[in-house]
């Protein structure tokens, strides 16, 4: 029986912009050291995966300083050696790239066999992500934005894109991942989808200012099943 796929509406550190502070596969999900020890249970649920805390160059935002999959991750040089140290230590390939993008995530909608990488990224980083995620990698914007790690969020299972896509980034985003791929909002409106929207395949956490129309949405496209 395969696992329902739920999403969950939480805060962290009192708000609901939940994506910059954690960041998941479906292995590891990594929030930052000052979370309530009650939302371990709730991610491990809801997730499916092992929590670590963690911060980034001193910092707690993660979802902004780590992309990556299953297959690996990828961290700006801001990591210190510490953190690196606590990456190493768990069972995933990890890579510190050299970028004055340190604010990686932005820059990187990926799931475990695509990659869509922004324009804007060093051409040297842009190989080191594809052999370190070890995906199909396409480079392009979505929404005439070299932000396509804010405005979509991707799973195996279909991509969520920013309500203010067009029918040309939806036909990209399908020919470049061949999922479904439809449009959604988070937090009462709001388009930058990864601030609000942490997913894996087995679930999602959201912002808890976002409406139940939204979840729907949200499990019909990154919940999808054939």
Not at 138 to 158: F, P, Q
Request: aromatic share 6%; proline share 4%.
């Amino acid at each position: 029986m395969k696992r329902k796929y739920e999403v969950v509406p939480i805060s962290i550190y009192g708000t609901p912009i939940i994506g910059v502070y954690i960041f998941t596969n479906n292995k590891y999900t990594f929030i930052p050291p000052e979370t309530p020890p009650k939302l371990d249970e709730v991610i491990r649920s809801t997730l499916g995966t092992e929590v670590i805390r963690l911060t980034i160059g001193k910092t707690p935002l993660l979802g902004i300083f780590m992309t990556g999959n299953d297959n690996g991750i990828v961290v700006p040089d801001i990591i210190t050696d510490d953190e690196l140290k606590i990456l190493k230590s768990l069972d995933i390939n990890v890579q510190v790239i050299e970028t004055r993008f340190t604010a990686i995530s932005n820059l990187v909608l990926c799931n475990n066999k695509t990659c869509l990488i922004s324009p804007i990224l060093e051409k040297e980083n842009i190989k080191i992500i594809q052999e370190t995620l070890n995906t199909e990698t396409h480079v392009d914007t979505i929404c005439k934005s070299y932000l396509v790690g804010s405005l979509a969020v991707a799973n195996s299972r279909g991509v969520l894109v920013s309500a203010d896509a067009e029918d040309e980034d939806l036909k990209k985003l399908r020919e470049i991942f061949k999922l479904p791929v439809d449009v959604g909002t988070i937090n009462r409106g709001k388009t930058m989808l990864r601030s609000g929207l942490v997913a894996n395949d087995y679930g999602a956490l959201v912002g808890d200012d976002t409406t139940g129309f939204e979840i729907v949405r949200i499990i019909q496209v990154l919940g999808h099943t054939e």
